[in-house]
């Protein structure tokens, strides 16, 4: 049941994204809008990351507990393909952006790794 209810929210979201692809024109929207895909972006890869744990843990009949080391992971996740987005959107993706968010994210991984939660 809980496989569906995150497959829902994320063809939820997936599907909010295309509506917004397909109804508005950017050269036409305000800024504040232009930001909206690349929240949504950020929501569909963030809730098909944490599905796909789901189903990889169904798969290996173990069950999941989302923790905070989880979702440590699922952000990065998401904010790492989000920003590549955001990069490329504006025309600066190289391929030292991409080495240098790849290292940033290893460095706050490991420092997030670190980190003890009181």
Do not use: C
Request: charged share 10%.
């Amino acid at each position: 049941m809980k496989i569906k209810k995150q497959f829902l929210k994320t063809m939820s979201f997936a599907a909010l994204l295309i509506g917004l692809f397909l109804v508005t024109d950017p050269t036409k929207m305000p800024v504040f809008i232009l930001i909206a895909p690349f929240i949504l972006i950020f929501l569909v890869v963030f809730n098909l990351w944490e599905l796909l744990i789901m189903l990889w843990a169904r798969a290996q009949g173990r069950q999941v507990l989302i923790t905070l080391a989880k979702n440590q992971i699922n952000i990065a996740a998401a904010l790492f393909i989000t920003l590549v987005a955001i990069l490329q959107s504006i025309g600066q993706l190289t391929v030292h952006d991409v080495l240098t968010l790849v290292l940033l994210f290893a460095v706050g991984y490991f420092y997030a790794r670190r980190l003890v939660v009181r």
